[in-house]
């Protein structure tokens, strides 16, 4: 491949460079009073209760993205109060274009390209957690955990409450009623302030984001720039019990002896669970779950597990787990409850105490998947037995931005088990500059059969780490991060499919920002960085240099481009390697969206050991069709071309379609279909067949009252395709499934 040179990233700066924001709204942040209220409000996004004509407007005040506190397009006004059961919000969204205002029918927390409002409470004040909530102008719910220590938004995240929306001549209203049982916050008889933010998001263009504050972009914090709402009184989380039975009824059929004989099944599973939650403290809560059913979970993106080094890495989106997951993070990812294949019951526990966080889970597997790492590659396996698996996170709050953590995980089987143990740090030292870093020690056990299949020693002992530096500014980014991770450095309960390996990394991007009514675009980067990767002896692994550069332009356009020089050592062979990737992405009305992205680069044929050619292209749209209907379509193309012809292609095709009958009932259709053609005869030291296909159908009918009083009936299924020892199969059924769940949430 003929070499790219970094030094067209640079030309971007070139272009681009001079624009500056003036601000012109004022940074600071605002003090309001919220008053209760006697009367009733009833949730039906019609302001005529008088309690909105008499508590304190709320004003949007700043643009403060893509603008940097500059007066918003559109005027937005907010309201508060409250009785002693629930927290009421209100909004009057103007806009000088009704007609053009984006909105449609969706699932929870699935309408973040539309229009929409909300507000975000910071109930202990504390500027470290808040909680989001917020709703499109039709009155779909979103709710959010911000987590400004670790800078991260998890819309993992679901509570129970009611809100209401309705387009008006001028603009749109929107009402919210927060049961305090869905919210934690200190108990106490005084009156309390809370962190409050309102957030507009007005999508046109640009994708203007409005608050009732400017946003100091020079400040490496969010939560610590909001107003203070004061005059919350005599409000208490009450009992908060919540229990959720579910019923599900499971029937599989399966083709043992593929591609020969019939479908066979055992018949039809039926199945009791109990999932529960009791706020021990308004600070702590505790969660079970008795036999818990995940089959409506929409399935997992394909990813093309050909060509790899690693495991492939998927996102948690089971419910039980989901919720507190940020409890349990950390700078290296030692929890990961994917690990937990199939639990017939888990405790978890995540709260406050004090200065403290606490987060402790255990789970009961009746499947012990491992992933076996290495410094050039990892295996996975899966033992038929049982496993144990407990986690604790701890965290201690220093000063007004800062923390210490520890992290305990076990993970006991018949003849196995792996402990990992360690400390940690954030710490703020200034506004822009953070310091964080981990400590772990790993013990364990391998079974016989690990040992004996994947050469691994029976007792494993090591430690690993990481030290990290960043730099964040309204204009520039530095930073630098070092990991020290041993041979036998085991975290079966996380995910680390590397070991054995000492890593340094330096990078350095600058961010501009297009002055409104001056440029055409609104944002550009330019970076780049160097990573260094060796073995614990000293042997080189990667030594990398890539810069990037990315612009951010009208109809919420995103373009970026990242090229590179890459050295690796393979099998104890050198590698040279460049690389160019580019991606984009526009959406040219409210209701389509579409993206593309390719590479071109050198790529080891890690098979062969051998250097080859990949060329990859993927793209896609996201079409909404009316209100109601939403289409998903993916598509992405990859082949590698060594010496002697094409070692393989591969296409990947997903089609994801539903129809939102309302914001409570949807029916959705998933479509997966993978075709992978090899050469067998370039595989010089595998067995390969020359065709395999896969094709994914998952139907499912969902009706939520609230997440946890559902129903949901559906059918997934299997066909596969190809060569099958030298036989050509079309695409034939593997298995099938049909299955019903009912769910209640009874709240005390």
Request: with cysteine.
């Amino acid at each position: 491949m003929k070499r790219i040179p970094a030094i067209l990233a640079t030309a971007l700066f070139a272009f681009a460079s001079g624009a500056q924001e003036v601000q012109k709204v004022p940074i600071k942040a605002k003090q309001y009073r919220v008053e209760a209220t006697t009367e009733p409000v009833k949730i039906d996004a019609v302001l005529d209760e008088a309690v909105w004509k008499s508590a304190q407007p709320m004003e949007f005040d700043a643009e403060t993205s893509p603008g940097d506190n500059i007066a918003p397009p559109a005027r937005t006004v907010g309201w508060m109060t409250y009785d002693q059961k629930n927290l009421y919000v209100a909004f009057h969204a103007f806009d000088p274009d009704p007609r053009q205002i984006r909105a449609h029918l969706s699932d929870r927390d699935t309408a973040f390209s539309d229009d929409f409002v909300g507000v975000v409470l910071d109930t202990f004040n504390d500027d470290r957690r808040a909680f989001e909530f917020f709703v499109n102008p039709l009155g779909v719910q979103m709710d959010l955990i911000q987590d400004d220590t670790n800078r991260n938004e998890d819309d993992s995240w679901d509570t129970i409450w009611h809100t209401a929306g309705r387009i008006t001549a001028d603009g749109y209203i929107v009402e919210m009623a927060i049961p305090f049982t869905s919210i934690r916050f200190p108990r106490t008889d005084a009156e309390q302030t809370w962190g409050v933010d309102m957030v507009r998001i007005y999508p046109r263009s640009a994708r203007h984001r409005l608050g009732l504050q400017g946003q100091d972009r020079n400040r490496n914090c969010y939560l610590c720039q909001s107003s203070r709402v004061t005059g919350f009184r005599g409000i208490t989380p009450g009992r908060d019990i919540e229990l959720d039975p579910t019923l599900t009824a499971q029937h599989t059929s399966a083709r043992p002896d593929f591609p020969q004989g019939g479908l066979s099944s055992d018949g039809t599973d039926v199945d009791l669970g109990l999932t529960a939650r009791w706020g021990i403290t308004p600070n702590l809560t505790l969660n079970a779950a008795l036999n818990p059913d995940f089959s409506q979970i929409e399935a997992d993106a394909v990813q093309l597990d050909i060509n790899t080094q690693f495991a492939l890495f998927f996102n948690e989106k089971r419910p039980f787990f989901l919720e507190g997951s940020d409890f349990f993070s950390a700078p290296m990812q030692a929890v990961y409850t994917r690990t937990v294949a199939d639990p017939s019951f888990g405790l978890k526990t995540t709260g406050r105490l004090g200065k403290s966080t606490v987060g402790v889970f255990i789970a009961e597997d009746e499947v012990t998947n491992l992933i076996i790492p290495g410094p050039e590659g990892s295996s996975v396996t899966s033992l038929a037995q049982n496993n144990r698996s407990t986690a604790f996170r701890y965290r201690y709050n220093v000063g007004a931005t800062s923390s210490i953590g520890a992290l305990l995980t076990t993970r006991d089987g018949d003849g196995y088990n792996n402990r990992v143990f360690g400390v940690d740090g954030n710490f703020r030292i200034t506004a822009k500059d953070t310091i964080t870093g981990q400590i772990l020690g790993t013990r364990g056990s391998y079974p016989l059969s690990v040992q004996t299949d994947f050469e691994q020693p029976r007792d494993t002992n090591d430690v690993g780490g990481r030290i990290q530096y960043r730099h964040n500014s309204k204009h520039w980014y530095w930073g630098g991060r070092y990991d020290h991770v041993g041979d036998e450095f085991r975290a079966d309960s996380g995910f680390i499919p590397q070991v054995g390996y000492r890593y340094g990394n330096a990078g350095l991007e600058y961010q501009g920002y297009g002055e409104k009514g001056k440029h055409w675009y609104s944002r550009f980067w330019i970076g780049g960085d160097f990573d260094h990767m060796t073995k614990q002896d000293g042997e080189l692994l990667e030594r990398e240099l890539e810069s990037w550069a990315a612009l951010q332009g009208p109809m919420q356009s995103f373009f970026q481009i990242v090229v590179g020089d890459r050295n690796r050592r393979f099998n104890d062979v050198d590698f040279d390697e460049q690389f160019f990737h580019w991606n984009a992405e526009v959406r040219p009305t409210g209701s389509f969206f579409v993206f593309a992205g390719g590479t071109f680069a050198d790529q080891i044929d890690f098979a062969n050991t051998r250097l080859g050619e990949r060329f990859r292209v993927n793209g896609g749209i996201r079409w909404n069709i009316g209100i109601r209907t939403k289409i998903d379509l993916d598509h992405s193309y990859e082949d590698l071309d060594v010496e002697g012809g094409r070692l393989f292609s591969a296409e990947v095709t997903q089609l994801r379609a539903v129809y939102q009958f309302n914001i409570r009932m949807f029916a959705r259709a998933i479509l997966q279909y993978t075709d992978i053609t090899r050469d067998p005869a370039l595989y010089l030291h595998d067995t390969v067949e020359a065709r395999s296909k896969r094709l994914f159908p998952q139907l499912l009918f969902s009706y939520k009252l609230n997440p946890q009083t559902v129903f949901f009936a559906g059918y997934s299924g299997t066909r596969l395709g190809g060569t099958f020892e030298g036989v050509d199969v079309s695409l034939a059924e593997a298995d099938r499934t049909f299955f019903v769940k009912l769910g209640y949430a009874w709240l005390f």
